[in-house]
């Protein structure tokens, strides 16, 4: 089982739409939580920290469930703009590299 | 202020040749990291230095690659004898310490051997 996974899509969604991305972490013990987005042939930039009360970015909204062991990402009235990949991030506990990524889930927003 | 570069942009070489990739972190980040990324893929992990501790070399593929960082700042990765299989994206990264601290990419390597 990978450490961190996603489901790479692609998700295919009209502007304006309403887009969620679920990622599950093998690793109970995991202390922090990160979005990041990388663009097409662009190195990974971090879009938001994933807090355990959830927070809120603007139209991005991150969710933790501990319990279940995943994290969410939600995208409302999404925009050309939003066309990415979203990569997953968990710190693993014990692990000196620190950060693990998941593959990526592949976004498209169509006009 | 200034990011996270790397050196060259692109590197296209023959199978069996040697390649150095050059990383400049971001000034006073203590913690460098190499990743690997091929087409269509995730990030595949690959060294990690932290300050003076001994790296986390436990991604590297094959004893063809190694990498070291002087003096607490640049990094260079070495691939010898080059394969096929190497052509990827090699993306370094640094962040401020040690910790799950924000990682700050550059903008890669595109490594192409023919």
């Known amino acids: 089982r990978k450490e961190v996974e996603q489901d790479p899509g692609p998700f295919n969604v009209p502007e304006g739409a309403t887009v969620a991305f679920n990622c599950t972490y093998s690793n109970s013990a995991s202390q922090s939580f990160f979005w990041y987005r990388q663009d097409c042939r662009k190195e990974p930039k971090l879009l938001m920290s994933?807090?355990?009360s959830g927070n809120e970015d603007g139209r991005f909204t991150a969710q933790l469930n501990r319990a279940s062991q995943y994290i969410s990402l939600l995208i409302r009235d999404s925009k050309l703009s939003d066309s990415a990949t979203y990569l997953c991030v968990v710190n693993m506990r014990g692990s000196a590299r620190q950060l693990t990524f998941g593959s990526g889930t592949q976004l498209t927003v169509l006009p | 202020g200034a990011g996270v570069s790397q050196s060259p942009s692109n590197k296209v070489t023959e199978k069996g040749k040697d390649v150095e990739l050059r990383c400049d972190p971001i000034?006073?980040?203590?913690?460098l990291y190499w990743y690997r990324q091929s087409l269509g893929q995730g990030l595949e992990f690959l060294i990690y230095f932290q300050g003076n501790s001994a790296p986390d070399k436990s991604g590297l593929p094959s004893d063809r690659f190694s990498a070291e960082r002087t003096g607490g700042s640049v990094s260079t990765l070495t691939i010898q004898r080059t394969q096929q299989e190497d052509s990827a994206v090699y993306l370094c990264a640094s962040s401020r310490g040690q910790g799950p601290y924000e990682q700050y990419f550059g903008p890669g390597t595109r490594l192409t051997v023919t």
């Open positions: 000034s006073g980040h203590t913690a």
């Open positions: 994933v807090y355990s």
